[in-house]
């Protein structure tokens, strides 16, 4: 991968709340890339396009269990 696509995925790793309000125009502002590059880094990581990239990380976070909790009738 290179340096320009290498940043898109770093960019969504560091911050995945901030990222996926980003338009795919802000984002390669944000990363000192192009919109092109940010989409062509979405389909080398396996999305689709980057609304599917954009959105990953929320499914990610609504998938993966969470603290235990009491019960709250116990």
Excluded: N
């Excluded at 940043?7 to 990363?31: I, M």
């Excluded at 080398?44 to 009738?73: N, S, T």
């Amino acid at each position: 991968m290179s340096p320009s696509v290498q940043a898109v995925p770093e960019a969504v790793a560091a911050d995945p709340a901030g990222c996926a309000k980003l338009t795919v125009s802000a984002l390669a502002e944000h990363t000192g890339t192009s919109e092109a590059t940010v989409v062509r880094a979405a389909r080398l990581l396996g999305y689709p396009g980057y609304r599917d990239l954009r959105l990953a990380p929320g499914r990610l976070f609504r998938i993966l269990p969470g603290p235990r909790r009491p019960a709250p009738w116990t």
